[in-house]
C-alpha cells in the first residue's frame, strides 16, 4: 500500500477511535447523572433527573458536568468546572460574567468548537457527535460580535449562502429570506449591497438573519450586539425580540451587560471562575427585587465566589 494511503487510514483510525472514546465516555456521563440521588451529591444535576423521571420534554440543548482547562504560560486555568445546566426549550437563556469567567468557552462547547475533557454535549436528544459536527451546525445558529460577514459576499448571499449549500429550493430561500429580513426591517434594496456599505447596525441584522436562515432549532449568541451604538442596539433589540417572538427557537445569548441580559433574556445564568454561581428565571429573579435592583443584585452575583 502507498505510503500516504497508510497514513490516511492510520489518522481516520485515530480519529474515529478519539471520537467513540469521547462518545464512551459521554454515555458514562449521562448515566452517572441519572443514578440515584441518595448515592449522588449533584444538586446541578437535578433538573435533568426530574425531566427523565417525569418524561417531560427535553430542551434542544444541556450541558451535563462539563469540564474543560487550558494550560497557559502562568498555569492551568479552569474554564468550566463541572457545569450542568439545560437551556429552557425557546426561551432566551442569558450567559453573562467577568471577562474569563468561562462563558465564551461554554458557547463554543455547544456547537463543537471546544471539545469537553469531561461531561458530555447533549443536543438534540444525542451526545454530540464529533465526527458530525457540520450537519449539527446546521441546525443552530450562530452570531458573533462583528457578525463575521464575507466581505465578497452581498448582504443577500451571506444570508442565504447556507440555504445553497444545502440545497434548498430557489422558492424556498426566497420566501425565507423575505420573512427574516421583514422582521429585522432589512429594506430590499441594501440586500444587494456588500457589508462595507452597511452601517455597523445593519451588518448585525445581515447576521442575525445568516444565524436564522436555516430554521435552526438553537442560536447561539457570543456578544453580537457589543460593537454597535446606544441608539442603534434599541432598535436591534426590538428586531431581535420580533424575530424571537416569530420563531422561539432556544437561545444563548453570551453578554457582559446586565441591562442587556434583563432586557432580552427569560433566564438568566451567572457564571464565576468556570462555575456557575447563579441560574434563575428571569420572573424569579424580579421577584426577589425591585426592577431597578436586578441589575445591583446580578452584579452582586457576579462579584461572589460561591453557587448560589
Known amino acids: 500500500m502507498p505510503r500516504c494511503a497508510r497514513a490516511t487510514r492510520t489518522l481516520h483510525a485515530t480519529t474515529t477511535r478519539r471520537s467513540k472514546q469521547r462518545q464512551a465516555a459521554a454515555a458514562t456521563t449521562i448515566a452517572s447523572t441519572a443514578a440515584p440521588l441518595h448515592r449522588r451529591n449533584d444538586a446541578a444535576a437535578l433538573p435533568f433527573l426530574l425531566r427523565t423521571c417525569l418524561n417531560v420534554?427535553?430542551?434542544?440543548?444541556?450541558?451535563?458536568?462539563?469540564?474543560?482547562t487550558y494550560v497557559t504560560a502562568n498555569g492551568t486555568i479552569t474554564a468550566l468546572d463541572n457545569v450542568s445546566?439545560?437551556?429552557?426549550?425557546?426561551?432566551?437563556?442569558?450567559?453573562?460574567?467577568?471577562?474569563?469567567?468561562?462563558?465564551s468557552t461554554l458557547l463554543k462547547a455547544c456547537n463543537g468548537l471546544v471539545a469537553l475533557e469531561r461531561g458530555a454535549v447533549i443536543a438534540?436528544?444525542?451526545?454530540?457527535?464529533?465526527?458530525?459536527?457540520?450537519?449539527?451546525r446546521r441546525r443552530m445558529g450562530y452570531a458573533v460580535q462583528g457578525n463575521g460577514l464575507f466581505p465578497h459576499l452581498s448582504a443577500s448571499d451571506n444570508i442565504t449562502l447556507m440555504a445553497r449549500l444545502s440545497g434548498w429550493s430557489p422558492q424556498r430561500i426566497e420566501q425565507q429570506l423575505g420573512l427574516l429580513t421583514s422582521l429585522c426591517q432589512l429594506p430590499q434594496a441594501l440586500l444587494a449591497q456588500f457589508p462595507h456599505q452597511l452601517s455597523g447596525g445593519q451588518q448585525q441584522r445581515v447576521g442575525l438573519c445568516r444565524a436564522l436562515m436555516l430554521k435552526p432549532g438553537v442560536l447561539l449568541l457570543d456578544e453580537p450586539f457589543a460593537a454597535i451604538d446606544p441608539i442603534t442596539r434599541v432598535e436591534i433589540y426590538?428586531?431581535?425580540?420580533a424575530l424571537h417572538s416569530a420563531n422561539p427557537v432556544t437561545t444563548v445569548l453570551v453578554t457582559h451587560d446586565m441591562r442587556e441580559a434583563l432586557r432580552l433574556a427569560d433566564h438568566i445564568l451567572v457564571m464565576h471562575n468556570g462555575r456557575l454561581v447563579y441560574n434563575r428565571s428571569k420572573?424569579?429573579?424580579?421577584?426577589?427585587?425591585?426592577?431597578?435592583?436586578?441589575?445591583?443584585?446580578?452584579l452582586s452575583l457576579i462579584e461572589r465566589r460561591g453557587p448560589a
Open 124 to 136: 438534540f436528544g444525542a451526545p454530540m457527535d464529533y465526527d458530525a459536527l457540520p450537519a449539527l
Open 85 to 103: 445546566v439545560d437551556f429552557p426549550a425557546g426561551l432566551v437563556t442569558a450567559v453573562i460574567g467577568p471577562s474569563g469567567c468561562g462563558k
Open 57 to 68: 420534554r427535553m430542551s434542544e440543548l444541556r450541558l451535563v458536568a462539563a469540564h474543560k
Open 238 to 241: 426590538r428586531d431581535f425580540k
Open 283 to 298: 420572573a424569579q429573579l424580579l421577584q426577589s427585587v425591585h426592577d431597578d435592583d436586578a441589575e445591583a443584585l446580578l
